[in-house]
């Protein structure tokens, strides 16, 4: 069964500073999909960025950026910049192509004035 | 706002009633799916509904079940409800055309929120 691990249970940094968030996933898949998923206090689910597996470069979306690194089976988010709004727990989450998000067990973030 | 709407937003319920969530999908989008996000379990898929048929199975209970109906709008239905029942159930919806090889973007209402008292 597919795994998703994320070793950060919380984490704080300075506004306008740039965090990165941790994600390990375990597969033997080798096509599949990679996501960052933002819960604000809202507890909205919003999609933050999505990597494909088969794609070497990474995704970037403005201030979001991910490190993938398929041997390794790890999955970084990097946030720059950061600002008051990013403050969300974060999700990473799996998808082997059969769309049953695995999510890991979320990061609290704050971003601290 | 992704365009999928849940109803009702909270529900406070006691244990061994039984509830209906209702999910009404983005507009053509022909896919539903439920999540349940729960303090110990964290965020878990539970069923996925393609044009009226279910599609895949998550960690369903047995005491859980869904539809999905003609016009698309589907519901989850919890019975004999326990205390470890309540959590924030999210149902997302994706449009999953025949043929497209487009990877197919879940898109997430704003939960209901259960209590079993």
């Not at chain 1, 998703?4 to 375990?26: G, N, R």
């Not at chain 2, 349940?36 to 369903?60: P, T």
Request: a neutral charge.
């Amino acid at each position: 069964a597919q795994t998703v691990t994320q070793s950060q249970p919380e984490m704080s940094v300075q506004e306008a500073e740039t965090v990165t968030l941790s994600c390990t996933y375990d597969t033997s898949e080798s096509n599949y999909y990679l996501f960052w998923y933002k819960q604000p206090p809202s507890r909205q689910m919003i999609l933050v960025i999505r990597q494909e597996a088969y794609k070497q470069q990474n995704a970037t979306e403005n201030r979001f950026s991910v490190n993938f690194q398929k041997a390794a089976k790890s999955f970084s988010l990097k946030i720059s910049d950061s600002q008051l709004g990013d403050t969300a727990m974060y999700f990473c989450a799996f998808d082997q192509g059969a769309q049953k998000l695995v999510f890991g067990q979320g990061t609290r973030l704050t971003i601290n004035p | 706002d992704s365009g999928v709407t849940q109803t009702p937003k909270h529900l406070i319920t006691a244990t061994g009633q039984r509830v209906t969530l209702r999910c009404s999908p983005r507009s053509g989008d022909l896919s539903v799916y439920w999540y349940q996000q729960s303090l110990d379990q964290g965020l878990q898929f539970l069923i996925q509904y393609y044009n009226g048929e279910e599609r895949a199975k998550g960690n369903i209970l047995e005491r859980f079940s869904a539809q999905q109906f003609p016009d698309l709008h589907s519901e989850l239905n919890l019975s004999s409800l326990e205390l470890g029942d309540s959590a924030l159930y999210f149902c997302a919806s994706s449009l999953n055309k025949r043929g497209s090889s487009s990877y197919n973007e879940q898109f997430f209402g704003p939960g209901t929120r259960l209590t079993v008292l």
